[in-house]
């Protein structure tokens, strides 16, 4: 059982639309800001429901190998990005694979191509 205030190390097995980690405790799902999918993490659990739990992360134990520095100052305090610790062909991988996804999950269709997302040719502070 996931109690509150109490850390746990877990691995990071997926991410969500918003860019949030999530792993497993015990087969409990907990959602994690900064974690990425492949991270080993140190997280304290913040928020506990019935079906699933909000982890702070503490540390990264073992890092994705597509983490990179922020490129903004304020990127952890502000809250307007949510992938800048996240390669940029890699976010937009991510960004298909949602697509994908969500055509799959929701709509039902299997058998729909997806091209690759295109990227931008200057990704930072562009006008």
């Known amino acids: 059982m996931v109690v509150k205030n109490e850390s746990y190390e877990i691995e990071i097995s997926g991410m969500t639309h918003e860019g949030q980690g999530v792993g497993k405790v015990d087969g409990f799902a907990v959602f994690v800001d900064g974690a990425l999918e492949g991270e080993t993490v140190e997280v304290r659990i913040i928020k506990v429901t019935s079906s699933y739990g909000v982890g702070k992360l503490m540390r990264v134990i073992k890092p994705?190998?597509?983490?990179?520095?922020?490129?903004?100052s304020v990127y952890k305090r502000c809250g307007g990005c949510s992938l800048q610790h996240l390669d940029y062909p890699?976010?937009?991988a991510f960004k298909t694979r949602?697509?994908?996804d969500n055509l799959r999950r929701i709509g039902g269709l299997e058998d729909v191509t997806?091209?690759?997302t295109i990227g931008m040719e200057k990704p930072m502070n562009y006008k």
């Open 64 to 72: 994705s190998p597509d983490r990179v520095e922020p490129f903004c």
């Open 90 to 92: 890699a976010q937009l």
């Open 98 to 100: 949602l697509v994908k």
């Open 114 to 116: 997806v091209h690759a």
